[in-house]
């Protein structure tokens, strides 16, 4: 197979092929570099075709809660006090950067997460 930047979904389809033949090759080998190759013309295509997009703040922050098993109240500490907690989980309150900064820092919920859009629902 000749190495060329992914440009279809049909080049996608034959690279995705070869890689499944080339799954068991050795590091250091060509057919171990083809491969590692493969992969990452693979990934740049499926990253300029298939954007996954950032989660909805609040969904995010829900999803951590529900993940460590947390309750409304234990976010407190984080945002300040229960209405606001109370008001961040029901879009009536955005985050502030302080906010920000402590969901990251307590939460460990990357930034640009919790920057991005709510989604309307």
Do not use: W
């Not at 209405?83 to 879009?91: C, F, K, T, Y």
């Amino acid at each position: 197979m000749k190495l060329k930047v992914i440009k279809t979904e049909s080049e996608c389809a034959a690279a995705l092929a070869r890689i499944e033949k080339l799954m068991c090759a050795r590091a250091n080998t060509p057919q171990g570099d083809e491969l590692e190759l493969l992969s990452l013309l693979v990934h740049d295509y499926e990253e300029r075709t298939l954007p996954i997009d950032k989660p909805d703040p609040i969904a995010a922050i829900r999803f951590r809660m529900e993940q460590q098993g947390l309750k409304p109240g234990d976010l407190a500490p984080l945002l300040g006090s229960r209405s606001r907690v109370s008001e961040v989980l029901s879009g009536r309150r955005n985050l502030s950067l302080k906010m920000i900064r402590a969901l990251v820092a307590g939460l460990g919920i990357p930034a640009e997460v919790l920057l991005g859009q709510r989604q309307s629902t």
